[in-house]
């Protein structure tokens, strides 16, 4: 049986697991607590952290949150960030931002601008989820297009 096959037939039975399906789509996936402390990150995230696993994170006397915002975003939005974080897992709303994550391997490019939505998991919050997506692509066209606008328009 082919790969494909194998794969076909486990999502037919409706078994697919979160965890699964986070290895397959190009998206950092993460998964927090009610109160907002991270348990999961699939492992694409991991590695674009440098991560083996989510205790590299841990800081004595501190929560996992406070410890990992400033660890893995940029300096200039960690704060906003965390305090963003807070007031959505207090007031058990979603929200959504951009925010520089800092990629471990910084020859590659050591930051990337991301757009992030945390989201609950449905009715009484069980659990959060939140999703991040590379858009420095996106940024660096949006880019060119200012330049080509005021280079035309000038």
Not at 92 to 109: C, L, Q, V
């Amino acid at each position: 049986m082919t790969e494909r096959k194998r794969a076909e037939a486990h999502c037919a039975t409706g078994s697919v697991s979160l965890h699964s399906l986070s290895t397959c789509f190009p998206v950092y996936i993460r998964r927090l607590t009610p109160e907002g402390e991270p348990i999961f990150f699939n492992k694409r995230l991991l590695d674009f952290f440098g991560l083996g696993d989510l205790s590299d994170l841990d800081k004595p006397g501190m929560s996992r949150l406070a410890a990992t915002i400033p660890t893995l975003v940029h300096t200039d939005d960690a704060t906003s960030l965390l305090e963003t974080s807070r007031r959505s897992f207090a007031a058990g709303e979603p929200f959504s931002m951009k925010y520089r994550m800092r990629r471990a391997t910084a020859h590659i490019g050591g930051l990337i601008p991301a757009r992030n939505r945390c989201e609950i998991e449905s009715g009484a919050i069980v659990q959060w989820y939140v999703i991040s997506l590379d858009i420095d692509d996106e940024m660096r066209a949006q880019e060119v297009l200012r330049q080509s606008e005021w280079r035309l328009g000038s």
